[in-house]
């Protein structure tokens, strides 16, 4: 170092992807917690009963201002996680990162839209809450394909592709799993009951990516230099 020079400093990166999947998570679960305490909706197994869905989990009550409290700044961060993402990336394939932080941007102003007017009622809330959830995963599954495109295209293949690969297919399989009962169940209480099942494993599986990445950047030493 140069006499006189000013310290880098660089920070590690893992703890972003963690932040982004443990936040929803923890949030999601605990806001469900507060409406079954103070009666707003029931208690049961969500992944298997599916008595109720994440959005009415966290639509009322204390649960609902929780959900919304952490959920707009967990939005910043999964935006941030991306463009980490797209760093990472740069290095071995530079141009098949570029559309990541544009993916990932998407997804974090749709979240934001879906968790602004979470709790909103009338046609206003039930569109907001439809596009912007459906937006949200839709633009989140197209960065993490961006993702495994660009790690694919690696020589040799860097270890966190095999486990993301995984995880895309887990998404497709819950994709296709819901598209199935809708055409397969004529009763509506349980074709219900399946969606909202189905919604608390897509919110595992999100979470499982993000851990990934958090497990893969802590495993390869990722760093940033702010100064």
Not at 25 to 30: A, E, I, M, N
């Amino acid at each position: 170092m140069d006499a006189g020079a000013s310290p880098r400093l660089t920070v590690p990166l893992w703890p972003l992807p963690l932040l982004a999947a443990l936040m929803p998570f923890v949030v999601g679960h605990l806001a469900w917690w507060l409406s079954v305490r103070d009666g707003l909706v029931p208690g049961c197994n969500l992944y298997w009963d599916g008595c109720v869905s994440i959005s009415r989990a966290a639509r009322h009550g204390v649960g609902n201002h929780l959900f919304r409290l952490v959920m707009l700044p967990c939005a910043t961060v999964q935006v941030l996680c991306w463009f980490a993402a797209a760093l990472w990336l740069r290095g071995d394939t530079p141009a098949r990162a570029r559309m990541l932080p544009w993916l990932g941007l998407l997804a974090g102003v749709f979240l934001a839209l879906y968790a602004t007017f979470l709790g909103t009622e009338g046609r206003a809330y039930e569109a907001m809450r439809r596009y912007g959830i459906n937006l949200y995963f839709g633009f989140t599954y197209l960065a993490l394909m961006a993702t495994l495109h660009a790690l694919s295209r690696t020589t040799p293949r860097r270890p966190g592709y095999r486990p993301l690969l995984v995880v895309a297919l887990g998404f497709m399989a819950l994709g296709l799993a819901s598209v199935f009962v809708r055409y397969a169940l004529d009763d509506e209480v349980a074709l219900d009951r399946w969606e909202n099942a189905l919604e608390w494993h897509l919110g595992l599986w999100l979470t499982a990516m993000f851990a990934v990445l958090a497990w893969r950047w802590w495993r390869d030493g990722v760093r940033i230099t702010l100064v």
